[in-house]
């Protein structure tokens, strides 16, 4: 039981250091309106990049 405790913290620490990690992916897809209020609060130009495979 007392081994068990220190790898059981382990898995504990990494889940939460990779849901933090996917949380703040700043490669992630955004909305349009959060995307546009990013950019006017920026004083950026926003550019919508789309594709289709057909």
Same mark, same amino acid.
């Given at each position: 039981?007392?081994?068990?405790? &220190? !790898?059981? !913290?382990?898995? =504990?620490?990494?889940?939460? !250091? *990779?849901? =933090? %990690?996917?949380? *703040? /992916? &700043? !490669? %992630? &897809?955004?909305?349009? @309106? +959060?995307?546009? +209020?990013? %950019? +006017?609060?920026?004083? +950026?130009?926003?550019?919508? /990049?789309?594709? %289709? @495979?057909?």
């Amino acid at each position: 039981m007392r081994r068990s405790l &220190p !790898a059981v !913290a382990l898995v =504990a620490l990494v889940l939460l !250091a *990779t849901a =933090a %990690a996917a949380a *703040t /992916d &700043p !490669a %992630a &897809p955004l909305t349009y @309106d +959060k995307a546009l +209020k990013m %950019a +006017k609060h920026e004083g +950026k130009v926003l550019v919508i /990049d789309f594709y %289709a @495979d057909w």
